[in-house]
């Protein structure tokens, strides 16, 4: 059974850092890998998604990487902002059988202070 | 624009009575979902629909049901046979089905059962 695992649960960053959230998933044979954010109280936004034959995405100031080997996923965002404080999610879509799964993280609540 | 619209954003019900919760995208997309997030737990899948007029449950499907007689429709009922409804529930849609394809989100539906 797959397990999609987010640590830490939470971060506090200074505005400006560079950092990185990790996802971190135990079956390696997976489709693609999807990142989200979600504000409070309302729905998900797909930031990127990584097809198991890509090694990265980028979509402004957030990359994406992927490697399937070590079953690691992480989202790299640059010049931290106040407006960047969210819950980040990681999902992982697979095959399993004739049917094919998504499954979620629990997510990175991250707050930038100003 | 187009997106996916969850209505109603609020929603309060007595034990023992039904109630609908509606989803409508307008994005052309065949695949649509219904997710369950509970605070501290991953997205939880309850029903999808791969195509009109057919559709398969999910990981916690007892206790809901679903239709979807139009493209754009998925309309989701909790039933009173569902223990512990109080949750916040998001609808998504992907050009594609089998949970292989780019996840576009609703903003969500909170219930909460009295």
């Known amino acids: 059974k797959q397990e999609v695992t987010q640590i830490p649960a939470a971060l506090s960053v200074p505005e400006g850092e560079n950092l990185v959230l990790n996802c971190s998933f135990t079956?390696?044979?997976?489709?693609?890998l999807q990142w989200f954010r979600q504000d409070p109280g309302k729905g998900l936004t797909s930031l990127l998604l990584i097809q198991s034959s890509q090694r990265e995405q980028t979509s402004g100031r957030l990359n994406a990487s992927l490697d399937k080997s070590s079953g690691r996923s992480t989202l790299y965002i640059a010049a931290s902002q106040p407006g960047d404080s969210a819950t980040y999610l990681c999902a992982v879509s697979e095959y399993t059988g004739a049917n094919s799964k998504l499954t979620f993280g629990k997510g990175i609540t991250l707050s930038v202070r100003p | 624009d187009g997106g996916i619209t969850q209505s109603p954003k609020y929603l309060f019900r007595k034990e023992g009575q039904n109630v609908t919760l509606s989803c409508e995208q307008n994005l052309n997309h065949d695949a649509m979902y219904w997710y369950r997030q509970d605070p501290g737990q991953g997205l939880r899948l309850i029903y999808y629909s791969q195509i009109v007029n057919d559709f398969q449950k999910g990981d916690i499907a007892e206790g809901y049901s679903v239709s979807r007689e139009k493209k754009e429709s998925f309309p989701l009922t909790v039933t009173s046979a569902q223990k512990n409804p109080t949750a916040f529930y998001l609808c998504?849609?992907?050009?594609?089905?089998?949970?292989?394809?780019?996840?576009?989100f609703g903003e969500g539906s909170r219930l909460t059962v009295l």
């Open positions: 998504a849609s992907s050009w594609t089905g089998g949970h292989t394809g780019e996840l576009f």
């Open positions: 079956d390696s044979a997976i489709y693609n």
